[in-house]
């Protein structure tokens, strides 16, 4: 199955409206950390704000560390039309490496401090990345968001 779409978890839209987002800066990181099955990932989008509360990140170790890789590259840029804006960034990398890492499921992307912006289930079930293999999740040709 490919991964679902990116979805936005309601804390993103108030704090997007409040201006606590610098999407076009670098004066903050984004990051994207795995988390398992029994991760807090897609449910109580409207309850959930930060990072932390969703549980079950995938285990430190193999080439995963905790916290998730930093999401770089990013861009907040004009989209393919006039009055389309897109965020989109290069893909995100693991290669296991001393074993694998375990009971993936969900890929979820949150600024430096925790404030969620959005997830993606990147399977129907969790799975493992073998070692020697690598994960890349990359944004589609439309970024990982557009606002039209």
């Known amino acids: 199955m490919a991964a679902t779409a990116w979805s936005f978890y309601n804390s993103f839209r108030e704090y997007l409206g409040d201006g606590d987002f610098d999407l076009s800066g670098t004066s903050v ?14 449910v109580n989008t ?28 990013r861009t907040w840029a004009a989209g393919a ?21 375990s009971n993936v499921k969900y890929a979820v992307i949150f600024q430096s401090g925790g404030k969620l912006v959005c997830f993606s289930k990147l399977s129907t079930s969790q799975f493992d990345l073998t070692q020697d293999n690598t994960l890349t999740v990359t944004p589609s040709s439309n970024g990982i968001f557009e606002l039209t």
Not at 29 to 42: D, E, G, I, K, V
Not at 81 to 101: C, E, H, L, Y
């Open 81 to 101: 039309s006039a009055g389309v804006f897109r965020f989109d960034s290069t893909a995100v990398v693991w290669t296991a490496t001393g074993g694998d890492i």
């Open 29 to 42: 990181n984004f990051y994207m950390a795995l988390h398992t099955s029994a991760a807090s990932a897609n």
């Open 46 to 73: 409207a309850t959930i704000t930060a990072q932390s509360e969703l549980g079950n990140e995938v285990a430190a170790g193999n080439g995963y560390a905790t916290g998730g890789l930093s999401v770089s590259g």
